[in-house]
């Protein structure tokens, strides 16, 4: 129970329910006062009891896949032809969007960036009383990583279909599921619908979730309390529940130069660098070998890296400066801040007090590049014995990538991730989503509209 007096179903309690009688169902549970997604699920579960008899439903396929309409493909298509690449802006697809949503009665709140060139969105459906509080969220990124480099059999924006795959940037993560769930918008019955339904479109993702947040406090400081959300990265349309936090930082190392035959009048940047490299380093293999761990996660344990490094102007000067970047992913659970903490302290109290005794003004800086925190386990929330319940998924999945769900969760919004597609196929050239995933993700959205509505008579 949360303080407000709400009850959740637990996926334990999700579980049990499945074998119990429909009389027993509607006594376990009382609906909860954000929204009722606790009644939802006691709902599907009774409709899904009734179909196979009181059978084990999880002896059932994940989810059928009957085909998508030509609505969802027009949409995921039309988003991949937008070079919406993190560098560039992405008003074009917004703007879309939003027209979209006027169009269907909506209106939308546009967040913007500081330069103005890139937006988010967010949409509210409103339930049959005009509520907008409570219900869920729908939520996804719209920028896409860069193809430089990459070699690919096709334009990257031009879909192609072949063989059972949509082939473009994007098209897995994640604009596959961005236009599934636009595409849904006009056949919602509005007067049925018993909880809200939001739509949170997001910029720079891809480059340290580095617009969600502005959205999130925006819709917080205009009183819309989600009761959940629904993360469309990539994860095959199964649940994840708990996804490491990720921290990017770049260190900027600054000595003084020499002449190589008078190295001890110089500062050496690049060996002071590598010392506080090592030092993480170090870091990294207490977390490997001392835990804490959690054998749910393919990695794990807490993972400490260094990524890129450059320094120096000739092999005969001593070098002035160095610059370095690392990242962390830490377990839910490991405090991010003090990871950081402890390499910060070892250059200014190991490193730099020998650089000064030769250099004064010799320093060493940190700038955040990225961070994004870790989803922690969902599995108590209610939104997660949802979504359980309308994919028969009872897994429990830890990822160590991260997406924009430990924003949500951290201002108190219950997430998990469920969308279509392959991590395996992201940032990849020649990137595809299934077409079945599509039929999934849209046949499952379907049963989430239809789980948060009045039964008509």
């Known amino acids: 129970m949360h303080g407000n007096g709400t009850h959740y179903v637990s996926l334990d309690s999700v579980i049990r329910t499945m074998m119990l009688t429909g009389a027993d169902m509607k006594t376990k549970y009382k609906e909860t006062s954000r929204g009722g997604l606790a009644v939802n699920i006691i709902d599907v ?41 993190s560098r560039n802006s992405n008003l074009g697809l917004i703007e879309t969007v939003r027209d979209y949503f006027s169009r269907n009665g909506l209106v939308s709140t546009l967040t913007y960036d500081e330069g103005g060139k890139k937006a988010n969105l967010f949409a509210t459906i409103p339930a049959r009383d005009g509520a907008t509080n409570g219900g869920v969220v729908l ?26 795959r949509l082939y473009g940037r994007g098209s897995c993560d994640m604009k596959g599921f961005i236009g599934v769930a636009l595409g849904l918008v006009p056949g919602i019955d509005r007067a049925r619908l018993s909880s809200p339904i939001h739509f949170a479109l997001s910029y720079d993702e891809e480059i340290g979730c580095a617009g969600a947040p502005s959205m999130i406090a925006d819709l917080l400081e205009r009183g819309i309390r989600p009761d959940g959300c629904i993360v469309g990265e990539p994860s095959s349309m199964r649940v994840v529940v708990a996804h490491k936090g990720i921290n990017a930082y770049r260190c900027c190392v600054n000595g003084h130069a020499a002449h190589s035959s008078l190295t001890p009048k110089g500062v050496n940047a690049i ?65 991010a801040e003090g990871i950081y903490q402890q390499i910060r302290e070892y250059a200014e109290q190991t490193l730099l007090p020998k650089m000064r005794m030769v250099r004064e003004e010799a320093s060493i800086t940190f700038e955040k590049i990225s961070t994004a925190p870790a989803l922690d386990t969902a599995e108590q929330e209610a939104i997660n014995g949802l979504v359980r319940a309308l994919c028969r998924d009872t897994d429990t999945r830890k990822v160590a990538y991260a997406t924009e769900a430990g924003l949500f969760q951290k201002a108190g919004i219950p997430s998990i991730v469920c969308g279509p597609g392959n991590i395996e196929q992201a940032h990849k050239p020649n990137e595809f989503v299934e077409v079945q995933q599509l039929e999934m993700c849209e046949s499952f959205l379907k049963k989430l509209v239809a789980s948060l509505s009045v039964k008509s008579d």
């Open 271 to 335: 060996e002071y660098a590598a010392r506080l490299i090592c030092f993480i380093r170090d870091v990294a293999e207490r977390y490997k070998y001392e835990g804490p761990f959690d054998e749910a996660f393919d990695v794990p344990f807490t993972t400490v890296q260094t990524g890129t490094i450059s320094g120096g102007i000739a092999v005969n000067t001593v070098p002035a400066h160095c610059n370095f970047s690392f990242e962390f992913r830490n377990l839910p659970g490991v405090n």
């Open 45 to 85: 579960l009774m409709r899904r009891n009734r179909a196979v008899n009181h059978r084990h439903v999880f002896e059932e396929p994940l989810m059928s896949t009957p085909v998508a309409t030509a609505t969802t493909f027009d949409w995921v298509e039309s988003l991949m032809r937008m070079d919406t690449t």
């Open 139 to 164: 939520s996804g990124h719209t920028d896409v990583v860069p193809i430089d480099g990459q070699q690919w059999n096709t334009d990257p924006f031009v879909p192609v279909l072949k063989d059972g």
